[in-house]
């Protein structure tokens, strides 16, 4: 096992460096870091009040090191924090609404190099943006201080009905894995969004599940543990594989669709549109080539329809291009102009 895991480290780390996914590289290392220090406490003495400052030296110490490394990059980065940070204070107390930051971050950007003067190297990073590369700034700006407050209300649940203290979970290795997992994602989340990704979420919950029942022995109930957790695991696992099929399956129509509507026309695509439409009738970018193929097709009612909807969870430039030339074709010249 020790074998095996060891080479599953490399790969990881392999493939990590090999795309410089800086986030990645530094979250990772601080993850792994933080394992070292936690196992190794005892044995060479070290307070947990200087393995927190250790590891925060070292996180700083790997931040700036790659500020250096794409220069025009972390000017994006830090243009994008601003921007964020003018969408939270606008919707400070409930946010913009879960997953639409994509929807208004474009709209912000536009306003934000529209009014003031930019420097040129700055205005030539800006294009479509859809995360905020920053989990807690993203998490603000979609949830406001409401959902804030609602977060830390649970945490602090979490923590108070814990059977051990914080530091005392830590004595168990397994535990301590979890926890540099946690470090791991938690680190690459302040420069990316990876809580974003499904496959991401799920791992967050399998850790904390892992650093929250280090200890725990008993299972109330009837049932034993292994029982309730297999019947859990069934259910949602049967769930994530039904919506999984489903999604996967409605984006290979979505494909095909796109190509017949290329190739072959607007109407041959047009079961294939609506079929894949049951599925992804919240997926914005779906929205938009279904409602720019029907702009094309001169379908201008469809269009409209399908290209407001695509705004609720999208904010890219062609969308706009695209509802300005279909408001334009329907004669609605003052939203066109708006679009433009």
Known sequence: KKILCL???GVCFFFIFRIAARAAIIGSLLGCLGCFLLLQKERIKISRLRVVAL????FLAAVCIS????INSE??????YEIGLRIFKDNFLFGVGPNRFAAVYNNYQSEYFRYGTKPVEVEILATNTLEGFNIVLQFLAEYGMLGLFLLVIVLYRIFRNMRNSLWGIFDHASAIGHAGCLISIFVAGL????????????LVIVHLSGVFGAGENSFP????KWQITGLALSIIG?????????QWNAEITWRKAANFAMFKGFDDAGSGYRTAAKSLKHNGAFLFNYGAEAALAGEFEIAAELLEKSRLYLSVNNLYLYLG?????????NKAEENY
């Open 7 to 9: 080479v599953l480290l």
């Open 55 to 58: 590891l925060m030296t070292i």
């Open 67 to 70: 500020l250096f490394m794409k």
């Open 75 to 80: 000017r994006g980065r830090i243009t994008i």
């Open 191 to 202: 420069f990316s969004n990876p809580v974003h990704m499904t496959p991401v979420q799920l």
């Open 221 to 224: 109930g009837k049932f034993r």
């Open 238 to 246: 049967g769930w994530i594989i039904l919506y999984s099929y489903k």
């Open 325 to 333: 030339d279909v408001y334009l074709k329907q004669g609605e010249f």
